[in-house]
């Protein structure tokens, strides 16, 4: 158990829907990262939260926000889906600083129908 | 972006065997991890090297650091059918400011 917790686990919906994701770091960890990972690829970086504030972006869509809240949880909000939304979606957390591990959830399974 | 680059993409092997996976990457790093993920599920982290070390062991992982080079390799020794899984490498930092950049993985399948 790497201590964060995303959920849900699984979440089928249409397109042109609208879905939130939702984690909790480990206890003690500031930074949040949210990853999307699709079929048998690698990890695209999305976004990075550090104490409420975000920290760096990577290739997330305009149609994806996110935010952190003064108890540290994250939500990833996905809006007007795609078929190609389709992926698994990680959230991991770290504490501040270079050379730390980052804890990874167990992720959630998004379907998009 | 992603700047670590994984090699190969996939590799089968019997168990008993050595398996030997390399990281490539592209600008100047602090350190680099390897990362472990069974099938759909989330990473786990196996091991860290510093960019001042040049190799690094933990149990039956050896992991080595060529900076000249930009390159890193994992080693698992004596591999087991429960090693099988993706194998990623992550570095630190890049234009986006990233803590952690992930490589596409290797695929390891370890046969029984």
């Known amino acids: 158990d790497s201590g964060v917790t995303q959920t849900p686990k699984h979440l089928i919906t249409a397109t042109g829907q609208r879905v939130t994701l939702r984690c909790s770091p480990r206890s003690g960890d500031l930074s949040v990262y949210w990853y999307q990972q699709s079929l048998d690829q690698g990890l695209q970086f999305l976004i990075q939260?550090?104490?409420?504030?975000?920290?760096a972006k990577g290739n997330i869509l305009e149609r994806f926000s996110a935010q952190q809240f003064p108890d540290l949880h994250s939500e990833l909000n996905l809006s007007s889906l795609e078929l190609g939304d389709s992926a698994l979606y990680f959230c991991?957390?770290?504490?501040?600083?270079?050379?730390?591990?980052?804890?990874f959830g167990q992720g959630t399974r998004l379907t998009v129908v | 972006s992603q700047q670590g680059e994984e090699d190969p993409q996939a590799l089968s092997i019997q168990e008993g065997e050595n398996a030997t996976m390399n990281c490539s990457y592209k600008?100047?790093?602090?350190?680099l991890q390897w990362y472990r993920q069974n099938s759909g599920r989330g990473l786990v982290h196996l091991i860290l090297?510093?960019?001042?070390?040049r190799e690094k062991h933990s149990g039956r992982l050896r992991v080595t650091l060529d900076t000249s080079k930009k390159s890193s390799s994992l080693l698992i020794t004596a591999s087991r059918a429960a090693d099988t899984a993706s194998y990623f490498c992550a570095t630190d930092g890049d234009n986006y400011g990233q803590n952690f950049v992930f490589g596409p993985g290797t695929r390891l399948s370890v046969l029984p």
């Open positions: 600008t100047s790093i602090n350190n």
């Open positions: 090297i510093r960019s001042n070390e």
């Open positions: 991991a957390s770290s504490v501040e600083g270079q050379g730390v591990e980052a804890f």
């Open positions: 939260y550090y104490n409420g504030e975000e920290r």
